[in-house]
């Protein structure tokens, strides 16, 4: 059986919080690429663990502890929309999950939690533990219930049955129905220190990690995630010069989700340099070039964040990938062509908006 996945540094002090408090439904909340879902999974292996009782964290080595880590622990169900069950490493295919029995049918794997999984999990919480000490549902995130789902564990939350404890993450609390929301306590997941999520992200291999950090706005987890995906430090700091220059073909290979992040992240450091503000995703020294003759107006900056507010929403849309890139970096450009750009271009330095 495989040994307990090594818990992130960061998440030590939250998990010992979490286990001693006594309250049966937790609601652990904060940024998304911080690590609800590992806290979760651990405080559930800390509920479970048969050796450290009350300890700061779980053992690691008893059978529920490696049960927990074989994702095969009977007292524990795990409440995840299908789209995350691969990305997560649990599975691709598990209860209720049409797809699998439909065999050839290629849908897109669903977003929520579905109404029949939560009344399963909450008929699963009322039978007695197979081994004695707990059993815990853990709902990640708990904003992919939608209204009927949450009314549907309304009840548990409140008297959840024996020794049932449940677990929700979410990133905003605001974003949950009030009486999910009241039924629970919180534990709050704050960005970890810069100097230890750098250190975790070098070990793991990421090349400069500060630059993959700040453009994941401090979330270590995402700034893995991007550098898994093929989107390295370098990359990220050619995105600013690409725009300007409305050099599409450079982006052309960042998958949309990204590139549309990328682009909003952009547009807000612009915003930030534009009120005399220090940027936040990019460097000073990388955005340096693209406001050497002027920094774009406010009310070009504000529409292009309100047209790339738009792409996010149409983002899963069947248009052809390459195409919508091209535009959004073409409209991205157009920062610079207005013709005050062009004039204060063509008097100063053609430093910038040389063609290449
Ligand atoms: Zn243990």
Not at 113 to 125: D, K, L, Q, S
Not at 322 to 348: D, F, I, K, N, Y
Request: hydrophobic share 45%; charged share 20%; glycine share 8%.
């Amino acid at each position: 059986m495989s040994e307990a996945p090594a818990l992130l540094p960061w998440l030590a002090a939250p998990l010992a919080q979490g286990l001693g408090l006594r309250a049966h439904a937790l609601l652990l909340h904060g940024p998304a690429g911080v690590g609800q879902f590992e806290l979760g999974l651990a405080l559930a292996t800390g509920w479970l663990c048969e050796i450290h009782d009350k300890a700061a964290r779980p053992c690691g080595h008893c059978a529920s502890c490696r049960l927990m880590a074989a994702h095969m622990h009977p007292d524990f169900h795990l409440l995840l929309p299908d789209a995350l069950r691969e990305p997560l490493g649990w599975g691709t295919v598990e209860e209720g999950d049409d797809d699998a029995k439909g065999g050839k049918s290629k849908a897109k794997p669903s977003k929520e939690i579905r109404v029949e999984t939560v009344r399963a999990a909450i008929e699963w919480g009322q039978r007695t533990t197979s081994r004695g000490r707990a059993k815990v549902i853990l709902i990640h995130p708990a904003h992919a219930m939608n209204a009927v789902s949450a009314n549907a564990l309304l009840k548990t939350l409140e008297e959840p049955a024996g020794r049932l404890r449940l677990i929700l993450t979410a990133n905003d609390p605001e974003a949950l129905l009030p009486t999910v929301r009241s039924r629970c306590q919180r534990l709050r997941l704050d960005l970890p220190p810069r100097a230890q999520a750098i250190a975790w992200l070098a070990a793991q291999g990421v090349a400069r990690p500060e630059v993959l950090l700040a453009a994941a706005g401090g979330q270590p987890l995402e700034a893995q995630a991007m550098a898994a995906g093929g989107i390295g430090s370098d990359d990220w700091e050619r995105v600013p010069i690409a725009v300007q220059r409305g050099h599409s073909a450079a982006l052309a290979d960042w998958p949309l989700v990204r590139l549309i992040d990328a682009l909003q992240k952009l547009c807000h450091d612009l915003m930030c340099l534009r009120a005399e503000a220090a940027p936040r995703y990019f460097s000073a020294a990388v955005l340096a070039p693209l406001v050497r003759q002027d920094t774009p107006s406010w009310s070009a900056l504000a529409q292009w964040a309100r047209e790339l507010t738009q792409a996010v929403r149409h983002d899963e849309h069947p248009w052809h990938a390459g195409l919508r890139s091209e535009a959004l970096v073409v409209q991205g450009a157009r920062l610079w062509h207005t013709p005050r750009m062009q004039a204060l271009a063509a008097r100063g330095p053609l430093d910038t908006l040389d063609a290449r």
